[in-house]
């Protein structure tokens, strides 16, 4: 079992920053990969980045604005949002995916919301 707890969410001016958290606990040795997900009101939720042992990934929309980083001695992710934009504004999740030979076990933090004002 993973524990996920985020932090770090808010309400920001378009263009400023924040920088969300997760701190994971448990069985944090099992995890692959730690991912932000966002779902804004009336939309489906969407992958925004991934870090990993392959390195890092993000949707199109993040690139060059987000940047997700890791701190294994804290156990912790980081989403670092930069240039933010009113379509940047919704619930942000922490997601750690863990596999264990062919089974994929997924693990959900409880969301921040961030908004983003115009």
């Known amino acids: 079992q993973v524990q996920l707890v985020e932090s770090g969410g808010g309400l920001v001016q378009a263009g400023g920053s924040l920088r969300l958290s997760c701190a994971a606990s448990?069985?944090?040795?099992?995890?692959?990969?730690m991912n932000w997900y966002r779902q804004a009101p009336g939309k489906q939720r969407e992958w925004v980045a991934t870090?990993?042992?392959?390195?890092?990934n993000y949707v199109d929309s993040a690139k060059g604005r987000f940047n997700i980083s890791i701190d294994n001695a804290k156990n912790t992710v980081y989403l670092q949002m930069n240039s933010l934009k009113p379509e940047d504004t919704a619930v942000y999740y922490c997601h750690a995916g863990v596999t264990i030979g062919l089974v994929v076990f997924s693990y959900w933090g409880q969301g921040t919301q961030d908004t983003v004002s115009s």
């Open positions: 448990g069985s944090v040795f099992s995890i692959n990969s």
């Open positions: 870090v990993s042992s392959g390195g890092t």
